[in-house]
């Protein structure tokens, strides 16, 4: 047997090694087409679920068991663009939210500019406010404002309260601010699954107010995946696009280890995930996060991290997929 065959054999074996994601080089974003990143901060939740920051680690502990080509695309991603682990956003002073967030923006500024596309794994849902202040307008935007597709099974649009337990730029919160700072345009933004349950009557008029364009989880139902497919393209159509996957917009037979989870009513199964993921393909992404995952409650065979890391490879898939276009 080769060397070649030998050293395949090992990088499957999850136990083995220093985990990075999916077994890339732990390199900077410097000559990179795609960054991908650990993002460890759980107190942009304000709950006691707190263990999110664990997320980053659990995925690269199982990555290395994740498909290594895309059958459907007919693509190997790690040939088709230049992918590296850039490690973990650093957090001196990780019971600050507001501190925290302030660092997310400045790791990702550097990726910003050195032209790499992150793709990043959390963390609770605050994150995405912080990487978004930085690729918003940013350098591969082409100073355009985001458009967001998101999936959740909550808004994240809380503008009716100030804060979520001491936490501004809290998890409740990004969809509102971000798009306040002029980093995100809703008008051209999908938010897709929602099904939280409510504790006012009203919880979604703040993303109408904004102008997002709302599918909740019983619309998916009534209309169907493919009519929903359609509406993702024709919004994103032409926009710099950022995918954020909050795990709880899955079923939690599928997800179970997720904070905020949401039983009482069907969650995304993973087909139904994935091809709604899919959506975005060919269209122009600029970045991508999974969040909200919480590994001390995952089952023994670790099944939600392992479902975070194939949606994880779709993301990589699609952008690795649109640089070798670029190339050609």
């Known amino acids: 047997m080769t060397d070649t065959h030998l050293n395949s054999m090992m990088e499957n074996l999850y136990w083995w090694g220093i985990p990075t994601l999916f077994r890339c080089p732990n390199e900077g974003p410097e000559g990179q087409d795609i960054a991908l990143v650990g993002v460890p901060h759980s107190t942009g939740n304000g709950t006691t679920e707190r263990d999110q920051h664990l997320g980053p680690r659990a995925v690269r502990n199982v990555s290395s068991v994740a498909r290594r080509m895309h059958g459907e695309f007919q693509l190997d991603p790690w040939t088709a663009a230049k992918i590296a682990d850039v ?42 406010g912080g990487i978004v202040q930085a ?38 919160h990004w969809g509102a601010y971000l798009a306040d700072q002029g980093k995100v345009d809703p008008t051209r933004s999908m938010q897709i699954g929602l099904r939280g349950h409510a504790r006012t009557l009203d919880w979604l008029e703040p993303s109408y107010e904004y102008g997002y364009n709302v599918v909740t989880m019983k619309e998916f139902r009534k209309r169907g ?28 037979t599928i997800a179970p280890a997720v904070s905020n989870i949401e039983p009482g009513e069907k969650g995304f199964d993973i087909d139904e995930a994935v091809a709604l993921l899919r959506a975005a393909r060919g269209l122009n992404i600029v970045g991508a996060d999974i969040v909200c995952m919480m590994p001390t409650k995952d089952s023994p065979n670790q099944i939600t991290a392992l479902t975070a890391s194939a949606l994880m490879f779709e993301m990589i898939s699609m952008m690795a997929e649109n640089t070798q276009e670029a190339k050609v």
């Open 87 to 128: 490690g973990d956003v650093p957090f001196p002073r990780a019971n600050d939210n507001e501190d925290c967030i302030e660092q997310i923006t400045r790791f990702y500024t550097k990726i910003d500019e050195a032209g790499a596309r992150p793709i990043s794994v959390g963390g609770d849902h605050s994150i995405t």
């Open 135 to 172: 690729l918003g307008c940013g350098k591969i935007t082409n100073g355009e404002p985001i458009s967001f597709l998101h999936f959740d099974a909550h808004t994240d649009v809380f503008t009716k309260v100030d804060h979520f337990l001491g936490a501004k730029k809290s998890a409740a």
């Open 225 to 252: 995946i493919d009519d929903v497919v359609a509406q993702i393209r024709s919004v994103l159509d032409g926009r710099p696009v950022y995918i954020t996957f909050d795990l709880d917009c899955l079923d939690p």
